[in-house]
């Protein structure tokens, strides 16, 4: 079994900062990917950021330059940087993890964007 708790949500002005830590336990495997997406009130659940195992990266058009990625693979923790917050990044984030023996989610963690 594979749990994925994610930390780090809160409430945080317009061009604020916040990180987000997501961390795993349970049966982990170096080979994976790992990322990040959020879901807003009635809208579909979105990538915002993926992290392979050898560290490439990939981002949602809308967080490029305002968002990093990155993985501690000895802590088996996966972290998203979120600088420059806007009122339309406000949702909750979903930490993800894909996994030879399935695909998992965290519980999420909620971030909001306001003044």
């Known amino acids: 079994q594979v749990q994925l708790v994610e930390s780090g949500g809160g409430l945080v002005q317009p061009g604020g900062s916040l990180r987000l830590s997501c961390a795993a336990s349970?049966?982990?495997?170096?080979?994976?990917?790992m990322g990040w997406y959020r879901q807003a009130p009635g809208k579909q659940r979105d990538m915002v950021a993926l992290i392979a195992s050898g560290g490439s990266t990939n981002y949602a058009d809308s967080v490029k330059g305002r968002f990093t990625i990155s993985r501690d693979n000895a802590k088996n923790t996966v972290y998203l940087q979120m600088n420059s917050l806007k009122s339309e990044d406000t949702a909750v984030y979903y930490c993800?993890?894909?996994?030879?023996?399935?695909?998992?989610w965290g519980q999420g963690t909620q971030v909001t964007v306001s003044s």
């Open positions: 349970g049966r982990i495997f170096n080979s994976y990917v």
């Open positions: 993800k993890a894909v996994l030879p023996q399935g695909i998992y």
